[in-house]
């Protein structure tokens, strides 16, 4: 099956999917995103992701480019036109088209828009929590604005990369006082020996996760508390349990960090329960 991709108010064939080269998302990383988990057809956590994609515009003076309503129906239909049962939809929007220049154009300049889908193994994802992943850390080079979701994303692929060429998973990113910031593409926790959940506060230095939120949740729900402050590499490595959390991975427990062993070297009980819950607590849309 052809690979169908929205760009700009048409649906093109993947191999005519293209944005001029004086796109600002392309000169100049100007512009936000969004990666919503698709399970059963269905847009997970829609809602929330939206809020945080307007959130981002303002943030970059980026002007709304359509309702969200139209971008919901534009992510539906980028999902059924792929047939994308499990996977994922992007949606990502720039400034637009304009020639080079730092200022911004005229707030009228149309906005680029463009949504993908894509189909992933839920069954691997399964495997790879069951097993539990490794990750490695290394210093967060990345600018002082991590809350908007902004396609300026090279820290984050160089350090993917050192976690791949390491065989790890993901890469833990540490801040000037020797704490965990968050994942290249997630969110980070660790349990202690009392059981308590605890994860950078969303003000600092992370981006707000969606996953996060929803797990904040369904830990109140579940009676799990959860305690907002930054920990160390150090206490992570002493920690119970480690885990991950992000759209596309849902929840993956750590069960290594660089050569440290975390806990009994298996995914801890608590990941492991709020990954099979999740779903029970996440907006599935209609
Ligand atoms: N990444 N932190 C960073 C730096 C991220 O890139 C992501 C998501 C998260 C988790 O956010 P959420 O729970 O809303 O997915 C945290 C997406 C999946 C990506 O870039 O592909």
Redesign the pocket.
């Known amino acids: 099956m052809s690979r169908v991709i929205y760009v700009n108010g048409s649906y093109c064939a993947y191999d005519e999917a293209y944005v001029h080269v004086e796109d600002r998302g392309f000169q100049f990383a100007d512009g936000v995103?969004e990666?919503c988990e698709v399970r059963n057809h269905r847009l997970i956590d829609e809602t929330r992701?939206m809020q945080?994609l307007v959130r981002s515009l303002n943030e970059l003076e980026i002007k709304q480019p359509m309702s969200l309503k139209a971008l919901g129906m534009v992510m539906r239909e980028t999902v059924r036109r792929n047939r994308v049962r499990d996977g994922l939809v992007?949606l990502q929007i720039t400034r637009g088209v304009a020639r080079r220049d730092f200022i911004f154009p005229h707030a009228d300049n149309p906005c680029s828009v463009i949504c993908l889908a894509r189909i992933s193994s839920f069954a691997k994802a399964d495997a790879l929590a069951e097993q539990g992943i490794t990750v490695i850390t290394l210093p967060d080079i990345r600018w002082k604005r991590?809350d908007i979701?902004s396609v300026s994303?090279l820290p984050?692929a160089l350090a993917k990369q050192q976690a791949k060429r390491a065989g790890a998973y993901e890469a833990w990113m540490m801040d000037e006082d020797g704490n965990v910031t968050?994942?290249?593409?997630?969110?980070a926790y660790i349990v202690s020996s009392d059981g308590n959940v605890i994860t950078r506060p969303a003000e600092t230095g992370?981006?707000r996760?969606?996953?996060?939120s929803v797990i904040f949740d369904l830990a109140e729900r579940e009676g799990i508390q959860i305690i907002e402050r930054p920990f160390s590499l150090n206490e992570a490595e002493q920690a119970r349990e480690a885990f991950l959390?992000?759209?596309?991975s849902v929840v993956l427990p750590v069960v290594r960090i660089n050569d440290r062993t975390i806990g009994d070297g298996k995914p801890g009980a608590l990941a492991s329960k709020l990954r099979a819950l999740f779903h029970t607590q996440a907006e599935i849309a209609e």
Do not use: D, F, Q, W
């Open positions: 995103y990666v992701h945080r992007y991590p979701k994303l984050n968050e994942g290249s593409s997630s969110n992370i981006l996760g969606i996953t996060r959390t992000s759209a596309t």
